[in-house]
């Protein structure tokens, strides 16, 4: 989805392909043929396939850096690849932990510690984003960029991991809401057929 919101932010053209995890379309194998992986997303440009999000936002951002989506300075330019990077290894692991336990023991008995774990893990991280978030209009401060599309990805799955977004991280409801007022995010959200709070 951050990938999908940063395409139409940039106003580039591309043709947007779902693939649906849920019903195992990343492991067939017309889609690994583009992404050996098996991951999502995939962005292919003349040709050339990138993969995983970190690396697509940042060759967006950075590629088309005169529309404004990417830090101008060396120093925030790294502070938004940390970000994205720790949002990456860290709070992506914790919810895929919940969402898909299965990865991380084939012991059925071990599904609700795993669970478990992952939420409080979660939940400790999106105290963080929320304390990271005060007095910022955006994540790297003033700047939309790349990096709140990201955010956003994160803040909708709490909603489906039935957590009290707006009560539990009000800061960063408040930024949810903002990234999610821009039309190009709403056109995204109507295209993949999604919600903001489910």
Known sequence: MASHIVLEELGVAYEAVSI????????????LRVNPKGNVPALNVDGKILTETVAILTYLGGGYADRGLWPKETWKQAEALSLMAWLS????IAAAAIFRSARFSTDPAAKDSIIATGRATLMKYYGDIDKMLVGR?????????????????????GNRLGIDMKTDYPVWAKHAQRVYSRSTVKRVFEDEGIFLDK
């Open 89 to 92: 290894s860290s709070v992506h």
């Open 137 to 157: 209009s955006f994540a790297m401060g003033g700047q939309y960029s790349v990096v709140d599309a990201y955010l956003l990805v994160f803040y909708r799955w």
């Open 20 to 31: 649906s995890i849920a019903d195992g379309e990343n492991k067939r194998a017309d889609y």
